[in-house]
């Protein structure tokens, strides 16, 4: 089991930037997938982002891509989420998600249903 950390949260006008982090109790094997997944009330959780940590390979929401970076450091055990040209539509709680992959293969289209570990969660506000 993976413990996980949310901070950056905050409030931004919009076309601004915030850089989410995500802390894990350790380092991550290279068999795990580690995400980031947002929620408002109004919608179902959506995926955002995720990167394969056994090859680094990524992957983006259409609605983020171009816009999100999704990044780790592996000596800070640290997973980020560079976000720019904010919009008030990427208003929402966000949380960062794992799953090793023996137990699922990553991905986005299932509102985080494969990932079993989850973070608290960091509160993204953007105003027009």
């Known amino acids: 089991q993976v413990q996980l950390v949310e901070s950056g949260g905050g409030s931004v006008q919009a076309g601004g930037s915030l850089r989410l982090s995500c802390a894990t109790s350790?380092?991550?094997?290279?068999?795990?997938?580690l995400a980031w997944f947002r929620q408002t009330p109004a919608k179902q959780r959506e995926g955002v982002a995720f990167i394969w940590i056994g090859t680094g390979n990524t992957y983006y929401a259409e609605s983020v891509k171009g816009r999100f970076t999704i990044f780790r450091v592996n000596a800070k055990n640290t997973l980020y989420l560079q976000m720019n040209s904010l919009n008030p539509e990427d208003t929402a709680l966000y949380y960062c998600?794992?799953?090793?992959?023996?137990?699922?293969?990553?991905?986005?289209?299932?509102?985080?249903?494969?990932?079993?570990?989850w973070g608290q969660g960091t509160q993204v506000t953007v105003s027009s």
């Open positions: 350790g380092s991550i094997p290279s068999g795990y997938c």
């Open positions: 998600a794992a799953v090793p992959n023996y137990l699922s293969s990553c991905g986005l289209n299932d509102g985080g249903a494969r990932y079993g570990d």
